[in-house]
């Protein structure tokens, strides 16, 4: 049986209407210390066939984000609201019980930790073939035959013997596959990975990555690729969001993003790439102070006692996402990278002795070598 199978759903030719319209979505939790605005107004549009990146540290809202629209924030305690249509449909409000027509054969996630994704106590065939008949009226025979062509298709060796194997008696990378193989059994048009290389080597981090793009490109997917490395997202995506503190700071096509970046948390997190050409031992070059409190955050833009840039408009403005003029560029910042406001705020702090000023001329060098 073809494991690239036609999803029963769709009916009509392919529009140009996205795929994916997400318009000011917010996820809050209730705690017991007040509300975490975990993703607070996030809105954009993804087409068939293309990828968008999602960039940012450990707590800045990607993973709510891809939960939420997937509907996978189903606690108590957490609260969404905006608009996240997919294929025309409003996804906003939908029970579990709706959503789990959608799971598996209209969108579906690889997580970060695939040995917390796969049972650890069942066989890897038993829950590939379950997964698969759970959405498609086979019989047990042919969901062994599509298990085993899916695990061929993620280049798992001795496929049919996998099948009996548990998942511990296999390495990081081949779960990692296997969870791919599941994620993508039944044809699925929308992909979300969240961190899908976080804890595997180097050289498994690129075979994975290579991997999903290949199996995007046959199926002809959309995907969303959760990252903190933009080094990850700079040759695999058309577009990026960067997103800092559950809000979207600086969106772009990607090409375009690294050659005309405003925010300066984007230029912070490029500048935080170690360099192969750099002497062995380097310091690296990271962000001064830590993410904001999302319960009280700071007043106006919540990187502004981060930012080397900050002046008391910072403090006290909440900067709207603005076009900079090209097409499919917007950031939030009220003296941009770049700007000759940018360059007068800069030195002013430097005058002033401004700790995250005086941190951002130490990578004088980092700028000139990434040519931002």
Known sequence: MDTKLANPRIGGQETDEPLLTVDDLRT?????????????????????GRTLGVVGESGSGKTVLSRSIMGLNIA??????????????????????????LWGAEMAMVFQDPMTSLNPVVKVGRQLTEHVRYHLDISKGEAKNVAVALLKSV????????LDAFPHQMSGGMRQRVCIAMAL???????FADEPTTALDVTVQHQILNLLAEQQRDRAMAMVLVTH????????????VVMYAGRVVESAPTDVLFSELRHPYTQ?????????????????????????DLINPPPGCKFAPRCPYAQDKCREEVPELRSSGTPG????????????????????NLDAGVPAALSAAGRAAAKEEVGV
């Open 229 to 240: 490395d933009l080094g990850v997202v700079a040759g695999r995506t058309d577009d990026i």
């Open 268 to 292: 912070g997190l490029l500048w935080s790439i170690p360099r192969t050409t750099q002497p062995k031992h380097t310091r690296l070059n990271a962000i001064t102070g830590r993410p904001p």
């Open 329 to 348: 560029h917007s950031f939030a910042c009220h003296y941009p990278v770049g700007s000759p406001e940018n360059e007068a705020a800069f030195q002013a």
């Open 185 to 191: 059994a039944c044809g699925p048009r929308l992909l």
């Open 155 to 162: 280049r798992i060796p001795e496929a049919e013997r996998r």
């Open 28 to 48: 809050h939790f209730a705690v017991g210390g007040g509300t975490v605005k975990a993703v607070d107004g996030v809105s954009f549009a993804l087409h068939r």
């Open 76 to 101: 108590a305690n957490a609260s969404s609201s905006g608009s996240v249509r997919y294929d025309g449909e409003e996804m906003i409000g939908k029970t579990t019980k709706q959503m789990r027509l």
